[in-house]
């Protein structure tokens, strides 16, 4: 793959083949553990999160709807009119969705070409453009940018489906991958976090710079989404976006690291850790010798997210403790400054974006924001409608609704 010089802000391109799934199926063994594990938790959906009947919506008693600009989108979401079923093998536990949507759900395989942009601090992001669409869409077609979760990026399933879905309706698309990602080379002592939205600016930048003609759109997802979230709230009415979308936003990080600890989430938690320890080892020779108040050790030898927070993201970004780093990076903040529409979609018994960590009340009051809550989901499940249970997730159609309306008014103007 082609690496960015000083003398370029970024180099094209290199071809990439199709992405699979085998790097997760190497370890079966423990794959089997996970998934029978799961199956010994016991369903824990809060009474608490009860769903409001929407009158808007016929089927709608089990999804919750609220936003300033429900009046405005509501009627945009045809598929709503049909009821939420999830896969009932394998959504009655949402350990058992989550665990099933990562390790199972299909792939479509498609193939990218890899752009490295190189960033005014010296680092590098990657681009992944589908393969051809330069010669098969119209400059001016819209364009989307995808935001992969933790340590995720364009080899990911959810990913690839709605990527596959978005091309369909003629809609260029470019997964972002951060620093270190989906083989993303790093080129300084700093990888991406949870704060930091300067690489997203950038890449907006590119990309808008280059298809001087479309109108930009963004999609997040965990992550992402926070990241996403973030940066439309810095932005504010100056955001070059005109519509983004982010799902299983973790909101609240503070929320979020507190039910991390608790039983079957640590499954989560080393897992996410044990990606992050795999990306900073292949780079562990751009940090000898960086002194300051990083903890290298614990970083390099992390159990859990938190450790690698604490010995370096959170000192890397300029924090004093991984808790002012939680605090300060939630997108829950962010709400009440976004002035583009923003789609956010959520599910009730996530494990690792908690439901109380929605702030709803910013919602309800910003009128460019609108909230779907599912009552099942897990983390990057949705299991559920026409393609479950290994076809692309449920969400898929409702973020394509939303953006198809978003282009068509800004087309009509």
Not at 124 to 140: N, Y
Not at 236 to 259: I, K, T, Y
Not at 362 to 377: A, F, H, Q, S, Y
Not at 392 to 399: E, G, H, Q, R
């Amino acid at each position: 793959m082609a690496r960015a010089t000083s003398s370029s802000r970024f180099v094209v391109i290199s071809p990439l083949h199709p992405f699979n799934l085998s790097f997760k199926r190497k370890s079966n063994n423990r794959l089997q553990i996970l998934f029978h594990s799961s199956l010994h938790v016991s369903k824990n959906i809060s009474n608490s999160n009860t769903m409001s009947n929407n009158p808007l919506i016929p089927n709608s008693s089990s999804i919750e709807i609220i936003g300033g600009a429900c009046d405005s989108y509501l009627p945009v979401f045809k598929s709503l009119n049909r009821p939420y079923n999830p896969y009932p093998l394998v959504c009655w536990n949402r350990h058992v969705e989550t665990i099933f949507a990562s390790f199972f759900r299909s792939l479509p395989g498609v193939k990218f070409r890899r752009e490295c942009l190189r960033t005014p601090d010296n680092g590098t992001v990657s681009l992944d453009w589908v393969s051809g669409d330069d010669l098969e869409l119209p400059a001016d077609s819209p364009l989307l940018i995808l935001l992969p979760g933790l340590t995720g990026g364009s080899n990911d399933t959810y990913v690839q489906h709605f990527l596959g879905r978005a091309r369909k309706n003629k809609w260029r698309v470019v997964v972002f991958n951060g620093r270190g990602c989906a083989n993303s080379p790093v080129t300084t002592p700093q990888f991406y976090s949870a704060s930091f939205t300067e690489d997203l600016r950038e890449v907006v930048n590119h990309v808008k710079t280059r298809y001087p003609s479309s109108n930009l759109y963004a999609v997040g997802w965990s992550l992402g989404a926070n990241i996403l979230v973030r940066y439309m709230g810095e932005e504010s009415q100056r955001c070059s976006l005109s519509g983004a979308v982010s799902l299983c936003n973790p909101f609240n990080l503070v929320l979020a690291d507190e039910d991390f600890h608790k039983g079957f989430n640590n499954i989560y938690d080393q897992s996410l850790a044990r990606g992050l320890r795999k990306i900073f080892k292949k780079h562990a020779l751009l940090f000898e010798g960086i002194g300051g108040d990083y903890n290298i050790q614990l970083a390099a030898n992390a159990k859990t997210v938190r450790d690698f927070d604490e010995g370096l993201t959170s000192v890397s970004f300029g924090f004093k403790s991984v808790d002012e780093y939680y605090f300060n990076s939630s997108s829950s903040n962010s709400i009440k400054h976004v002035h583009r529409p923003l789609l956010c979609i959520q599910a009730a018994n996530d494990p690792i974006a908690p439901a109380r960590g929605i702030p709803r009340d910013d919602i309800k009051e910003n009128p460019n924001c609108i909230l779907i809550v599912t009552p099942k989901g897990g983390h990057l499940g949705w299991v559920a409608g026409d393609e479950a249970p290994l076809g692309a997730p449920w969400t898929d159609t409702l973020i394509m609704e939303f953006l198809e309306h978003l282009e068509r008014g800004r087309t009509e103007t």
